[in-house]
Structures are given as structure tokens and as C-alpha cells.
């Protein structure tokens, strides 16, 4: 991605054209085209996984979904966490951005399953429901983005992480560390790409090659329906759970980085790199991620998936429209203007206020010509004779 962002230190202020510009230019359609259909997939996603039963063709393009679509969003997640630093102000982001959702969202999945299935529901921080699972992940893994930051082999490491955690069931559920730890290398991945290697990925020989790669994605996740748990695509247990022998956990872990790296690859390759009619829509993606759930919940819980029309192939499509149409509705702007205090809550009330920082923030949002005014006063002013009839030098 060609950041269009100039540093400050010792430039002038932007002339007013170029403020006026500058947030087309900072955001990257690529990125924000492939945040949106990323998303868009995880809202099927969701919808297939309520119709699987009995299902053979659901069931395998759901498999290959479920390969790449979750590990392409981390790896975008993983790139833009590069400058993540622990500075004062990341941390203030992190969390307005991760950890306060993450709560909000957590008490009002509990409060909806009370209402709709179970009025003794428990409300606990430490048992992520449903998808709200992504964000305790990305709160550890950028917490811990200096660290891989720092160390020589980060790939091998996140990787001989995931595959330990495949076979320790001792970690338990908490936070769902087991998700964390096995998506981490997808995340540690996205810290070590750099622009160049998305425009590798994008070019027109790959884009081919994608295709025949796919197809026999889909030939092997056929294969693997009668013979392959689902579970092992979620990535969020250990495999004594499921009776396998101990060494297929390290193995599959390998197995599924290896082909979810493919899959996002020939995923990437299609994503278009100019603006589309979506584009604007890929701002807005953690918004359909996090109110998409209580639609698909609640069809789960009202019975709406057990209707006679999802067993045909006009119901599954249809079915699959719907859900891409819900999460494209629920990324757009007056969904984000709506529910931003509680999405991405400003909360400048919680935090203490650094004295350097306002006065950078001043400084910045100050007119050009007052600057210029300001910065002549102060010269002249400096050159004012003393009372000894000597100037002060500057």
C-alpha cells in the first residue's frame, strides 16, 4: 500500500486543497475493498453453517470457506497492527477500539439470549460468545506486536506456538485462548508483509493460477466431508477433544496455515485495487461483523433455519444473497454514525490528557494564515531592543 501520509516533522501545514483530498488519498481501495468482501464472506459463512446437516455441497464450500476467510481478514488485521508501538496513544486506541466493544458487545449477547432463549443466561468477560472471539484475539496479539517485532524468527515461533496449543487442552476456554493461539501465525504473517508482496499477489499470472487452485480446494474439501471433522476448521480446540491421535494436532496445524496462506493468496488476487461502489463500505467492517451475529443467533434461536426452503437450492441461495445484503447494509454510514459511541467511542474522559499532545493538537488544527500571524509576532517580538538598547537574539 503507497501511504499518501507525509510525516509533519519540519513540513508546513497542508494547504486547505490538499486537506480537502487527504481522506481519499490516506485510505487504500485494495484494503478496504478486501476488508468488505472478506467480511461479507464471514456473514455467508455464518448463514451456511446453520444449514449444514446433511448437506454435502453447503458443507464443502463451507469448508473452503472457512480455510481462508477468517485467516484473510487477520492478516489485513495483522498488517495494519505494523506501528503498533505501546505508546500512549495506541493503547488509548486499543481500547476504545478492542476492549470496550468487546465488553458492550459481550453484555448485549447475553442480554439478547436472555430475552430470546434463556433468561438464565450468564453474563462473563472471560467466555467470548460466538464471533466476539476476534476481538479478545486481536486485544492479545497486539499487545503483543512488539514483541514479534523484536525477535528473529516470528513465523516460526507463532507456528511452533499454534501447534503446541493444538494439543494442550489443559489452556481451557477462557478468552477462547485456543483461537488466539492458533490464528496467531495468520497474524504474525500480516506483521511481516509489506506492500510489495499484496502487489506480487495481484498480479494477472496469479490471478490465472488462482482459479484451477481453487478448484481443487473445493475437490478436496469434497473428499474430506465424510472423512474430516468440521471442528478442525474453527480452531478452537485441542485435539485430544476430538479422540485423535496427538501428532495429527501439529500436523493439521501446519497442514491449515499452509492452505489458508494459499487461499487468502488467490483471495487477494481478485480483490480489485481501484474503487468500487463498496469500497467506502470497508471502513465500516467491524460494524456488520459485530451486529450481523444477533440476526444469525436469533434465526437459531426462533427456528428460522429450519424452514423447508433452505434444504432446496433456491433457498440456499437465497439464503447466501441474504446474508451478504444483511452485513453490505449493516457496514454502511448511517449504521456507523448510529452505534459509533459504542463501537469506536471517543472516551477522552477516561484517559489523563498529555500537556505535549494538546499543544500538538492546537497546533495542527490552526489556520495557516494565523500560524503565519503568530510565527511573525513571535519574531518580532524576539527582536524588540531591551532595555539596555541591545536586541535579543534568537
Known amino acids: 500500500m503507497t501511504s499518501s501520509l507525509r510525516p509533519r516533522d519540519g513540513l508546513k501545514t497542508p494547504l486547505p486543497s490538499d486537506r480537502q483530498t487527504q481522506p481519499d488519498r490516506r485510505r487504500d481501495a485494495f484494503f478496504d475493498n478486501a476488508k468488505y468482501l472478506a467480511i461479507v464472506l464471514v456473514g455467508v459463512g455464518h448463514a451456511w453453517g446453520q444449514i449444514l446437516d446433511g448437506n454435502r455441497t453447503v458443507e464443502t464450500l463451507y469448508r473452503v470457506l472457512y480455510t481462508f476467510h477468517m485467516p484473510a481478514f487477520i492478516i489485513i488485521s495483522g498488517y495494519f497492527s505494523r506501528s503498533f508501538d505501546l505508546s500512549p496513544q495506541r493503547v488509548k486506541r486499543l481500547i476504545t477500539g478492542v476492549a470496550v466493544p468487546y465488553v458492550v458487545f459481550e453484555v448485549a449477547y447475553a442480554l439478547h439470549r436472555r430475552l430470546s432463549e434463556d ?211 449493516l457496514c454502511t454510514k448511517p449504521v456507523q454514525r448510529v452505534l459509533r459511541c459504542v463501537v469506536e467511542p471517543r472516551m477522552e474522559w477516561a484517559f489523563r490528557r498529555d500537556p505535549g499532545e494538546a499543544a500538538r493538537d492546537r497546533e495542527r488544527r490552526e489556520k495557516p494564515e494565523v500560524r503565519a500571524t503568530r510565527e511573525a509576532h513571535e519574531v518580532r517580538e524576539a527582536h524588540v531592543p531591551s532595555r539596555a538598547g541591545e536586541k535579543v537574539s534568537v
Not at 492458533?182 to 509489506?194: A, E, K, N, T
Not at 433456491?314 to 447494509?329: K, P, Q, Y
Request: charged content about 10%; overall charge positive.
Open 119 to 329: 433468561p438464565g443466561a450468564d453474563i462473563s468477560l472471560l467466555d467470548p460468545t460466538y464471533l466476539l472471539w476476534f476481538l479478545c484475539a486481536l486485544f492479545v496479539w497486539r499487545l503483543t506486536t512488539p514483541v514479534w517485532k523484536t525477535i528473529r524468527r516470528p513465523l516460526p515461533v507463532a507456528l511452533g506456538i499454534a501447534a503446541l496449543a493444538s494439543v494442550t487442552p489443559t489452556i481451557g476456554n477462557d478468552l477462547n485462548m485456543q483461537r488466539v493461539l492458533q490464528f496467531l501465525p495468520c497474524f504474525v504473517l500480516g506483521l511481516l508483509l509489506r506492500p510489495e508482496h499484496f502487489r506480487l499477489v495481484r498480479r494477472r499470472s496469479v490471478r490465472i493460477m488462482s482459479v484451477p487452485v481453487v478448484a481443487a480446494a473445493v475437490v478436496v474439501a469434497w473428499w474430506s466431508v465424510p472423512r474430516m471433522e468440521t471442528g478442525w476448521f474453527y480452531r478452537n480446540a485441542a485435539v485430544q477433544d476430538t479422540g485423535a491421535p496427538w501428532w495429527t494436532g501439529p500436523v493439521l496445524t501446519l497442514a491449515l496455515f499452509g492452505c489458508s496462506v494459499v487461499l487468502s493468496a488467490c483471495f487477494f488476487a481478485w480483490v480489485p485495487g481501484r474503487r468500487m461502489w463498496f469500497t467506502a463500505l470497508g471502513a465500516g467492517t467491524i460494524f456488520g461483523y459485530l451486529l450481523h451475529g444477533f440476526l444469525v443467533k436469533e434465526g437459531t434461536y426462533a427456528g428460522w433455519f429450519s424452514h423447508p426452503a433452505l434444504d432446496r437450492p433456491l433457498g440456499e441461495i437465497g439464503l447466501t444473497v441474504l446474508g451478504a445484503a444483511v452485513i453490505t447494509v
